[in-house]
């Protein structure tokens, strides 16, 4: 199973940035799916975005596409997820999530039953 650290949440104003991070160990970093989900108060826990890092296919949700970016580094097991454009409902405790097998359907990605790794979670607050 993956171990999975993530940081770089904090406080920002609506139309800032924020850069969050996922350090992965306890497995072969660039094999398997990684992605990003968050959960805001009251609200359930939805899919943000989506990385296979075996042929660097990424997906997002709708709701972010075009204002968060993925990246990697494999030199540090790690991926980010650059955050523009923010708006105050993007705030929620983002959780990185792992899998230790591939998935071979676009459609998998988005759904929380398919990863088997979950970190702790990082806050990001954004501020109108």
């Known amino acids: 199973q993956v171990q999975l650290v993530e940081s770089g949440g904090g406080l920002v104003q609506a139309g800032g940035s924020l850069r969050l991070s996922c350090a992965a160990s306890?497995?072969?970093?660039?094999?398997?799916?990684l992605a990003w989900f968050r959960q805001a108060p009251g609200k359930e826990r939805e899919f943000v975005a989506a990385?296979?890092?075996?042929?660097?296919?990424?997906y997002y949700a709708d709701s972010v596409k075009d204002r968060f970016t993925f990246s990697r580094d494999n030199a540090k097991n790690t991926i980010s997820l650059q955050m523009n454009s923010l708006k105050p409902e993007d705030t929620a405790v983002y959780y990185c999530?792992?899998?230790?097998?591939?998935?071979?359907?676009?459609?998998?990605?988005?759904?929380?039953?398919?990863?088997?790794?979950w970190g702790q979670g990082t806050q990001v607050t954004v501020s109108s």
């Open positions: 999530a792992g899998r230790s097998r591939p998935l071979y359907s676009s459609t998998a990605y988005s759904r929380e039953i398919n990863y088997d790794s």
């Open positions: 990385i296979n890092l075996m042929v660097d296919n990424t």
């Open positions: 306890g497995r072969t970093f660039s094999r398997y799916p």
